[in-house]
């Protein structure tokens, strides 16, 4: 087989055919020959291209590479350029789900124009012959098909040929030339992401995770819940670098499902949903439909040929620590949190006369925990005797006032839930109403109210404490989850 570009290269890759009406085309200051004797304009391949009302798609798309409009406007250069319709570029757009050509990310838009440039020859049709291949700049091979008159690349029509410019040979096409890559990735479940800028740090991750081949399986059948740019820095990840594979590979498969799940056959809210790699959870209320509490489902059901898309706004994080992992973790950190609620739990574990309360939050629950701030539990030091004179208030002056480790178990009791109740799950509790009781896994209630303070007897030790207030949501743990709050409270 001839390579038109004295190459070796094969082409391998998948083609694709974007079939439009073959056109008429009138091109100003253009004057095409038999090889020979051709007339060749003063305009080189870019003006050209802008003086054709037919290739403003294409004018727009180079645009956004000013090096790309240099290089096809030197006059020293020499360039065979295969020019899209706009019909051809509202064909991929069409295909690929994208309104607009701004939509497209500038790493797929520029390797798609350089598989439409050959650099270094001058390739007319009269040269071309059936079979042929030619090496384009991006390193990627088209095919040649001759049948009589007719002329395609890869399989799409040329509907005019051998515009000849300063610098080069046009010849328009009737569709677009896809490289290998992105025409595996076409009719995927990786397709809406790829070929969409707002998706482009997931589209790097899945990359760098190695899951691309897998995630275009053409034989699998996926449900992808897709993180956009904005979906990944609300979940604290503002950058890929330094990432590995072994970092990103359990967090994106935390959001695939191993089957199709369309929005109306999601689980009811509670349910958990089995990913490739564990267990997230849904809550359904009136405003739309949450994974763990702070995730939202912005955009579902968007088809593809091995599943289904659906877009949602935070990046899901799968669980690693317990709940009292997550709080030692946490009093341990250089901006310490959680660090009295700790040293409660530790006192009371440490009791023979008291509850084991960090060997029953290491089990498998799930529990609900409100946990109180440092901050809350130094509001609570400051209300009791400095029993031992020694000028700070902590844990040891509360079990005094309390009279023993017992109480303090039972106010620590007070602010575990049995069951799993994430945020977007409280209006279902709620039920429309102003408030709701909440029971303890140790029995006794308190009131939960729709501006998410919590109303507490305050019976145990009388200290006339505030109502608390939610502060922080949804910590997710392997064994439930943690919401955050500014007062103890107390039975």
């Not at 081949?213 to 330094?242: W, Y």
Request: aromatic share 6%; glycine share 6%.
């Amino acid at each position: 087989m001839k390579n038109l570009t004295q190459e070796p290269k094969l082409f391998k890759g998948l083609k694709l055919v974007f079939g439009v009406a073959a056109f008429a085309l009138v091109l100003l200051n253009t004057s095409c020959g038999d090889d020979d004797g051709a007339e060749v304009s003063a305009d080189s391949i870019v003006e050209i291209a802008a003086e054709t009302d037919n290739l403003s798609s294409l004018v727009a798309a180079l645009n956004r590479f000013p090096d790309l409009v240099n290089t096809l406007s030197d006059e020293n250069g020499s360039f065979t350029v295969f020019a899209p319709t706009n019909a051809s570029f509202n064909a991929l757009l069409e295909a690929t789900g994208q309104a607009s050509l701004d939509e497209i990310p500038d790493a797929v838009l520029r390797r798609v124009l350089e598989y439409h440039v050959v650099s270094g020859a001058e390739l007319v049709s009269s040269s071309l012959t059936d079979g042929a291949t030619a090496t384009t700049v991006l390193g990627e091979d088209v095919t040649v098909g001759v049948d009589g008159a007719n002329v395609t690349i890869n399989s799409v029509a040329v509907a005019s040929a051998d515009v000849e410019a300063s610098n080069g040979i046009v010849h328009i096409l009737d569709g677009i030339l896809v490289p290998s890559l992105e025409a595996s990735i076409l009719n995927t479940v990786v397709e809406p992401a790829y070929f969409n800028k707002d998706f482009t740090i997931l589209t790097e991750a899945v990359v760098t995770a190695g899951l691309l081949n897998t995630l275009i399986d053409s034989d699998a059948n996926f449900t992808v819940f897709a993180p956009t740019n904005d979906a990944f820095e609300a979940a604290g990840i503002t950058s890929l670098d330094g990432l590995t594979a072994n970092d990103l590979t359990p967090i994106l498969q935390y959001h695939v499902l191993n089957s199709e799940v369309k929005q109306a056959d999601l689980p009811a809210t509670g349910s958990a949903v089995t990913t490739l790699n564990g267990d997230f959870y849904l809550s359904i209320n009136s405003d739309g439909v949450f994974i763990n509490g702070l995730t939202e489902v912005t955009a579902t059901d968007i088809d593809q040929d091995n599943g289904v898309v659906h877009v949602i706004d935070r990046t899901l994080i799968p669980a690693d620590q317990d709940i009292v992992e997550i709080a030692v973790a946490a009093s341990e950190a250089s901006e310490a949190e959680f660090s009295q609620l700790v040293a409660a739990l530790t006192a009371v574990e440490n009791d023979e006369m008291a509850a084991d309360l960090i060997t029953v939050l290491k089990g498998d629950g799930p529990f609900t925990v409100f946990a109180p701030t440092d901050a809350a539990f130094q509001a609570l030091y400051d209300k009791v005797p400095d029993s031992d004179d020694d000028g700070d208030n902590d844990i040891t002056d509360l079990v005094a006032a309390a009279g023993g480790l017992d109480v303090i178990a039972t106010v620590l009791q007070y602010h575990v839930y049995s069951g799993r109740v994430f945020s977007a799950d409280i209006p279902n509790i709620l039920d429309g109403n102003a408030s709701a009781e909440i029971t303890a896994v140790a029995g006794g209630s308190w009131t939960l109210n729709s501006d998410l303070t919590i109303t507490d007897t305050d019976g145990a030790l009388s200290l006339g404490t505030s109502n608390a207030a939610i502060v922080g949501t949804d910590i997710l743990a392997t064994n439930g989850v943690i919401h955050t709050i500014d007062q103890v409270i107390l039975p």
